[in-house]
């Protein structure tokens, strides 16, 4: 009971939400997390790193990004949440804005501002 109660936690935030609901378009590092979201780059590794240590996401390293992507493969729990969440919140208006932006982020912009 322990494990499901601690998955329900990390899942009671909007923004952790968005990430799930953004990261089934596809990897997303953390900069463009940020843009997306409209929050700090540190706030977004706070969220990803609570959505690791319930199995949701994980990370790939690729050059010199970190990418983050759902985890299909760990965790009772998640698995079977995370398959019911690509059926919710499809039509909403903040996940299908944060899409909208997520088209429009540019990587390598996003991530060498100076």
């Not at 990390?10 to 843009?35: Q, W």
């Not at 996401?57 to 990418?67: A, F, P, S, V």
Request: charged share 30%.
């Amino acid at each position: 009971m322990k494990d499901l109660v601690r998955l329900l936690k990390v899942l009671a935030d909007k923004n952790r939400l968005k990430i799930l609901k953004l990261l089934e378009d596809g990897e997303l590092c953390v900069c463009e997390l940020a843009y997306i979201l409209g929050i700090t780059q540190p706030s977004v590794s706070r969220h990803l790193k609570k959505l690791k240590s319930v199995g949701l996401i994980k990370d790939r390293q690729e050059g010199l990004w970190t990418n983050y992507l759902l985890n299909k493969n760990d965790g009772a729990y998640a698995k079977v949440l995370g398959g019911h969440m690509r059926n919710w919140l499809n039509d909403d208006p903040l996940i299908l804005s944060g899409r909208h932006k997520a088209g429009k982020a540019d990587r390598a912009r996003l991530c060498y501002r100076k």
